[in-house]
C-alpha cells in the first residue's frame, strides 16, 4: 500500500482545480501520476469511505473528499465506524 501517494491525490483533488476536474471528468489517467495500487484505486473509484479510512487516510483529507461528492455527515461517519 502506498499511503503517502493515496493521500497525496486526494488532497490534490482537494485543493487542486485541474486535478479535481480531471477526477471527476472520469479519467484513469489520473491516477498514473500517483503510486496507488489496485486496492487503493479501486476505493477511490468506488468512494469506500470506510476502507479508504481503514487504509490509513486522515480524517482531515478524506472528510472535504467525502463532501465533494455530496455526502452527508451521517452516511460518512456510519461508514468510517464501521468494523473491518
Given at each position: 500500500?502506498?499511503?503517502?501517494?493515496?493521500q497525496?491525490?486526494?488532497?490534490?483533488?482537494?485543493?487542486?482545480?485541474?486535478?479535481?476536474?480531471?477526477?471527476?471528468?472520469?479519467?484513469?489517467?489520473?491516477?498514473?501520476?500517483?503510486?496507488?495500487t489496485?486496492?487503493?484505486?479501486?476505493?477511490?473509484?468506488?468512494?469506500?469511505?470506510?476502507?479508504?479510512?481503514?487504509?490509513?487516510?486522515?480524517?482531515?483529507?478524506?472528510?472535504?473528499?467525502?463532501?465533494?461528492?455530496?455526502?452527508?455527515?451521517?452516511?460518512?461517519?456510519?461508514?468510517?465506524?464501521?468494523?473491518?
Open positions: 500500500m502506498s499511503l503517502y501517494g493515496l497525496k491525490l486526494i488532497r490534490d483533488i482537494n485543493r487542486v482545480p485541474a486535478i479535481r476536474e480531471e477526477y471527476f471528468a472520469g479519467s484513469d489517467n489520473i491516477f498514473t501520476h500517483y503510486d496507488l489496485d486496492p487503493e484505486i479501486s476505493a477511490i473509484r468506488d468512494k469506500d469511505w470506510g476502507r479508504l479510512y481503514r487504509m490509513g487516510v486522515h480524517g482531515l483529507l478524506l472528510r472535504p473528499f467525502s463532501i465533494l461528492h455530496q455526502v452527508p455527515e451521517p452516511a460518512y461517519l456510519t461508514a468510517i465506524r464501521e468494523p473491518a
